[in-house]
């Protein structure tokens, strides 16, 4: 895998194809895959990120991991606070 194929599956909104770069063993890969699922925002992306943080055996794969969770968990929690103010509406 190269890192085209990330920018083409985070373009196409892969998150399956993006959650099993996590597992590829380039760090490079991994390290993109996890910007990537960053970018896109969408929860199935929560629990490998959460993961990834912490077992990756590389540094810069366990950083671009976590800052993607934060991102993905703060997407999360804007898109529950706007279905929350259209409800109450």
């Known amino acids: 895998m190269h890192e085209k194929d990330i ?3 985070r373009r196409a ?3 399956d194809g993006l959650i099993r770069a996590l597992a590829d063993p380039d760090e490079i890969i991994r390290r993109a895959a996890a910007e990537a699922l960053g970018s ?5 992306a ?4 959460e993961r990834l943080k ?3 055996a590389d540094a810069e794969v ?3 991991a976590s800052l993607a969770h934060a991102q993905v968990a703060g997407r999360l929690a804007e898109k529950k606070d706007v279905e929350g103010m259209h409800l109450s509406a």
């Open 40 to 44: 896109v925002g969408d929860e199935r």
């Open 13 to 15: 909104r892969n998150i």
């Open 46 to 49: 929560m629990e490998p990120l």
């Open 62 to 64: 366990r950083r671009a």
């Open 54 to 56: 912490f077992t990756d």
């Open 7 to 9: 920018d083409i599956m």
